[in-house]
């Protein structure tokens, strides 16, 4: 079965730290991911997705994930931590067979300490 | 550029009351649609996905149905709300190939009283 592993519930760092949001993944064939974020009472908002190529991936807002295949792993990353990147973080990969469907994780709830 | 609008943003309703919730895009043609449920906790649940008019995969059982009657519309029903209906409904689209973004709808508050 496709999919992905969210190990954390919530993540918190102080503003200014680097922030990391870990995420693995268990797929079939070439893993296509992705990464979302949403704030309160919103729908979610694409951040960035791997799909070939360079294994780090930048993307909005200051975000960059790293691909790496030996460990199936698609951490999320940000070298300086704002209070506004307080939110819930969603990883997900493509099902294979899937009409484009997606399999989420459970969702990371990061915050960010003044 | 495409946009995609739900409505109503938030909604309130007796258990046994009917459901209509709404999903447009704009800018795009012939996208994949899907509804998802999120419960109180944060976990996304795929409700259903269409690939085309009239097309559409339900991917679990439930008092819920979905429609899609024009190529950019695509309808969330049910005819007698549960308790367990309550939650925040998002729409999403995308290009429907697997390398394809999905891109997400404000959400609909939904809560069953």
């Known amino acids: 079965a496709q999919s992905v592993a969210q190990p954390e519930d919530q993540v918190n760092v102080a503003e200014g730290n680097p922030l990391t949001v870990k995420c693995t993944y268990s797929?079939?064939?070439?893993?296509?991911l992705f990464w979302y974020v949403q704030y309160p009472n919103r729908g979610l908002q694409f951040l960035l997705k791997?799909?070939?190529?360079?294994?780090l991936v930048k993307g909005s807002y200051g975000f960059e994930a790293e691909f790496n295949k030996s460990q199936t792993s698609f951490h999320l990353k940000k070298p300086s931590a704002l209070v506004s990147d307080s939110a819930l973080y969603f990883c997900?990969?493509?099902?294979?067979?899937?009409?484009?469907?997606?399999?989420f994780g459970k969702g990371n709830q990061v915050v960010v300490i003044p | 550029s495409q946009t995609i609008h739900q409505w109503p943003a938030t909604l309130v309703q007796p258990v046994g009351s009917p459901l209509s919730l709404e999903c447009t895009v704009e800018?795009?043609?012939?996208?994949?649609l899907y509804w998802y449920r999120q419960a109180a906790g944060r976990g996304l649940q795929l409700l259903f996905y269409?690939?085309?008019?009239?097309?559409i995969s339900s991917e679990v059982p439930q008092n819920l149905s979905a429609s899609r009657p024009q190529d950019r519309q695509f309808i969330l029903s049910s005819k007698k709300l549960l308790l367990s209906d309550s939650g925040f409904y998002l729409c999403?689209?995308?290009?429907?190939?697997?390398?394809?973004?999905?891109?997400f709808g404000p959400g609909t508050r939904l809560t069953v009283l």
């Open positions: 800018g795009t043609s012939n996208p994949n």
């Open positions: 797929v079939s064939g070439n893993p296509y």
């Open positions: 269409s690939v085309g008019i009239g097309q």
């Open positions: 997900a990969v493509s099902l294979l067979y899937g009409n484009n469907r997606l399999a």
């Open positions: 999403a689209w995308s290009g429907g190939g697997r390398t394809d973004t999905q891109y």
């Open positions: 791997y799909i070939t190529g360079d294994n």
